[in-house]
């Protein structure tokens, strides 16, 4: 990347800290270029602190480091887009985010699990049940899913809410793996759905 740090008088440029699954803004920072590299080579954000005049680490007293994740430059160079995955709140505060909002979003779960599935399928390994299931092939999967959607119908006629919303979850789950199986993801069902919407 080639930031340009010319434009400011004191050689910093904005970092903007966004969480890579929930996509929520968690925080900004100033860094310089050994900061940058700094944050680059160890793959923890480490910011130029300007109250303490040094690089700080996050995290490097609390623990709750910011793991890098990917990293982009804006249009005119001269700010960061800083992808991560925290180690715990990222405030000194406390609180998740600097401004005081939480960090959760239950849908970007999904994206999380999908993430999970996908390194199951690439490395696998004997003593996990999804990684059985595509080593068993696409017609096994395809029988689970069916059998799912089977148990998810009965438990919608009795009135057990916990006995259908576990099944419920093992047929999100089986169809997780099955469009893993099938080389797409989530998001490729959701634009379907937007194209209809239209």
């Not at 990293?71 to 005119?76: F, K, S, T, Y």
């Not at 994206?111 to 004997?126: C, F, G, H, S, Y």
Request: glycine fraction near 4%; aromatic fraction near 8%.
């Amino acid at each position: 990347m080639q930031v340009n740090f010319s434009k400011s008088p004191d050689g910093l440029v904005p970092a903007i800290i966004q969480d890579a699954i929930t996509s929520k803004v968690l925080m900004l920072g100033y860094m310089d270029q050994a900061a940058l590299e700094k944050t680059l080579a160890e793959k923890k954000v480490t910011f130029y602190s300007r109250s303490k005049q040094r690089l700080w680490t996050k995290g490097e007293e609390s623990g709750n480091f910011l793991h890098l994740v990917s990293a982009a430059l804006d249009c005119d160079q001269d700010t960061l887009l800083l992808k991560v995955h925290p180690a715990g709140p990222v405030c000194h505060t406390g609180a998740d985010t600097c401004w005081n909002e939480e960090n959760k979003d239950q849908q970007a779960f999904l994206n999380r699990l999908e993430q999970v599935i996908r390194d199951r399928k690439a490395n696998p390994t004997e003593k996990s049940y999804t990684a059985s299931l595509f080593a068993k092939g696409i017609n096994k999967i395809a029988q689970k899913v069916g059998e799912e959607a089977v148990e998810v119908v009965i438990e919608a006629k009795d009135n057990n809410k916990e006995l259908f919303l576990n099944e419920s979850a093992d047929l999100l789950f089986h169809y997780l793996i099955l469009l893993q199986a099938k080389d797409f993801t989530l998001e490729d069902v959701i634009n379907v759905l937007k194209e209809r919407h239209k």
